[in-house]
Each structure stands twice: as structure tokens, then as C-alpha cells.
T-cell receptor
Framework: EPEVTQTPSHQVTQMGQEVILRCVPISNHLYFYWYRQILGQKVEFLVS????????KSEIFDDQFSVERPDGSNFTLKIRSTKLEDSAMYFC???????????FGPGTRLTVL | QQQVKQSPQSLIVQKGGISIINCAYE??????FPWYQQFPGKGPALLIA?????SEKKEGRFTISFNKSAKQFSLHIMDSQPGDSATYFC???????????FGSGTKLNVKP
């Protein structure tokens, strides 16, 4: 049973378009993360989200990116104006309070044409 | 700046053999070191993790060896099986900061 589910599994978009990637936790967790993995490369941290606020973000997470939890359940990553180099797998992860372990979702493959 | 360095990039092992993947880190504040297994098209799945207060942790065929003074840790897969063929990532984090710094990954191929 997946710890989190992500939708869509694959998103194809044109350069300059906005995309929204969704993460749905199975249960009510407070700690969420977004990572990305460019094909064949390592997994890179984008942003962490705690108690409905950004707790930390990387240099990659510029003004084109935003995260929110609009309905208290889904956790979304929005890319406002996609670039070719945004093509990657995007993973959502969650962590339980009091532990270090992060459980990753199956990912969304974003292809920017 | 590479916080976590992983080697080798790829590894071929015969069925039944021992697979060894190594990682080295820079930041002495790291206090949690997980290993993740990733199959093509899937998300990373936690395999085993260790804290720096122990030098070794074993779970089934998987063992982490940790050398705090050398700032190195390694994953040993005993009796490697073709089903172990995947990409393995080491990672490190600092409690309460929590973002993971991942290594570059090792693609393991276990030959039948």
C-alpha cells in the first residue's frame, strides 16, 4: 500500500504553461516534501512543508514554484511557467512526527515540450 | 558542493555474491543515513537506515556499516539476487531540518 499517491502519473505540457502536481497522503501527516529527479540523475530536494507552511526550500525552488495544501488534504506543487529543464520526475514524500524516515510517492513524470 | 558522494556508479554482481556500495559525507551534523532502492519508473523505497551511534545495522540480507571517524557508510547486500537489480541511493539528513541529501546513485545489476 503506497504511503502517498501522486497524480497525474505523467504530465506532458508545452513550455510556458502552468502545471499542478498533486500529492495525496493516506493519512493526516504534517510533514511533506517535494523532490525532483532529472532522468538518470540523483534525487534533489525542492521544498519542505510543515503545518501548512514552507519550512525550507532549495535554490531550485525559485519564484516559478509554489506549494500549498488547498483543502487540508491534497498537497500541490505548481510550476507557473514551465521550462524545458523542468522535465523530470517529481516525488512527494511524507514524514511522521518524531521520526526521520521519509516515504516517497510513485512520482509524476513531467515532460515539457 | 556535493554533501554526499556515492560510488561506484554502476555495479555488476553474480547471483549469490556480495554487493557493496559506498558513501562518504562532509557534514558532521548529519545524524540519519538511509538507503533507498529505486526500480525504473518508481519512487525511492526505504531499504534500511542507521544513526551514527551504532557501527552496523543488519536487516535480512542488507547491512549498513558506518564509520563515523572516516565519515563513510556502506550498504552490503549478501546473497545478491536478480530481483535486487535496481538503483540504490544513499542519503543523509539532520534531524529537525530533515531534507535529504542524496548520493548520485548506484545502478546494480545482478547476473543470474
Amino acid at each position: 500500500e503506497p504511503e502517498v499517491t501522486q497524480t497525474p502519473s505523467h504530465q506532458v505540457t508545452q513550455m510556458g504553461q502552468e502545471v499542478i502536481l498533486r500529492c495525496v497522503p493516506i493519512s493526516n501527516h504534517l510533514y511533506f516534501y517535494w523532490y525532483r529527479q532529472i532522468l538518470g540523475q540523483k534525487v534533489e530536494f525542492l521544498v519542505s512543508f510543515y503545518n501548512n507552511e514552507i519550512s525550507e526550500k532549495s535554490e531550485i525552488f525559485d519564484d516559478q514554484f509554489s506549494v500549498e495544501r488547498p483543502d487540508g488534504s491534497n498537497f500541490t506543487l505548481k510550476i507557473r511557467s514551465t521550462k524545458l529543464e523542468d522535465s523530470a520526475m517529481y516525488f512527494c514524500a511524507r514524514r511522521d512526527r518524531g521520526t526521520d524516515t521519509q516515504y516517497f510517492g510513485p512520482g509524476t513524470r513531467l515532460t515539457v515540450l | 558542493q556535493q554533501q554526499v558522494k556515492q560510488s561506484p556508479q554502476s555495479l555488476i554482481v553474480q547471483k549469490g555474491g556480495i554487493s557493496i556500495i559506498n558513501c562518504a559525507y562532509e557534514n558532521t551534523a548529519f545524524d540519519y543515513f538511509p538507503w533507498y532502492q529505486q526500480f525504473p519508473g518508481k519512487g525511492p523505497a526505504l531499504l534500511i537506515a542507521i544513526r551514527p551511534d551504532v557501527s552496523e545495522k543488519k536487516e535480512g540480507r542488507f547491512t549498513i556499516s558506518f564509520n563515523k571517524s572516516a565519515k563513510q557508510f556502506s550498504l552490503h547486500i549478501m546473497d545478491s539476487q536478480p530481483g535486487d537489480s535496481a538503483t540504490y541511493f544513499c542519503a543523509a539528513s539532520i534531524y529537525n531540518f530533515n531534507k535529504f541529501y542524496f548520493g548520485s546513485g548506484t545502478k546494480l545489476n545482478v547476473k543470474p
